[in-house]
């Protein structure tokens, strides 16, 4: 590359970096960094559109879905509290099994939500057999679970809880998933489920701040109807 390129002034620091040593942000590799010194386009323009559409593929691919994959300029507490506004009329089941999925009921609480906590003791999983009793004797129309809860590095067992939603057809099932997609393999269209959202910072390895998230038509659906659901 030569060496007036933007790529090539920023260089120093890419070599420069100091390991990070958490779950996320991560290191981003050089091909990334590479492709955040690129000139500037414009984001409602034909070459945004271009780009949207050659990534659309790729990301449907780490979705396992045909729907279409959102990206949000957000992090993905935006998208958390954004599927929340959404999808909530009537009551939430937030399952609560540490730092990252107890932060869901606050957020349910503070978008004025009816929100109800299943919550475990941290360290342990959340099971399918305890969301079916509280789903059961619930007015709920959704549920928050993280898949991989962060803070304790406890994973729960999604395709199991997932297969609840054959039974409670109207829950809106929302899962986060920020610290395993595509560290292990999320089917969203087999598991059917209606949203799976993840940041960009984690098993992506990509610059925090930004998310990714696919929706089923059902949520689309119930989002449409939803009264004072925001822009
Ligand atoms: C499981 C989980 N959910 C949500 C978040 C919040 O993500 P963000 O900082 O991108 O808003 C994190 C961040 O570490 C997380 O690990």
């Not at 949207?52 to 992090?75: A, D, E, H």
Request: some cysteine; glycine content about 6%.
């Amino acid at each position: 590359m030569p060496s007036d390129t933007p790529y090539e002034k920023f260089r120093p620091l890419f070599t420069r970096r100091v390991k990070l040593h958490i779950p996320g942000p991560v290191e981003v590799s050089e091909k990334t960094f590479r492709a955040f010194c690129s000139p500037m386009i414009g984001h409602r323009g034909q070459e945004f559109k271009d780009l949207y559409g050659k990534i659309q593929p790729q990301l449907q691919r780490l979705f396992y879905t045909q729907q279409l994959v959102f990206l949000s300029t957000s992090s993905a507490w935006g998208v958390m509290e954004g599927a929340l506004r959404n999808l909530v009329s009537r009551k939430v089941l937030n399952c609560m099994c540490g730092a990252f999925s107890d932060k869901w009921f606050e957020v349910s609480e503070r978008c004025g939500k009816d929100a109800e906590a299943l919550q475990v003791p941290w360290g342990s999983p959340i099971r399918a057999d305890e969301v079916d009793k509280k789903l059961a004797g619930g007015r709920f129309d959704a549920l928050t679970l993280i898949h991989n809860e962060t803070s304790t590095g406890v994973m729960s067992p999604l395709a199991e809880i997932a297969a609840l939603k054959k039974k409670y057809a109207d829950v809106m099932f929302i899962v986060d998933a920020v610290s395993s997609l595509s560290a292990t393999k999320i089917e969203f269209d087999a598991l059917g489920i209606d949203v799976l959202m993840a940041g960009t910072q984690k098993a992506l390895a990509l610059p925090p701040g930004m998310a990714v998230f696919v929706c089923s038509p059902a949520a689309l659906a119930k989002a449409a109807t939803i009264q004072d659901r925001g822009y």
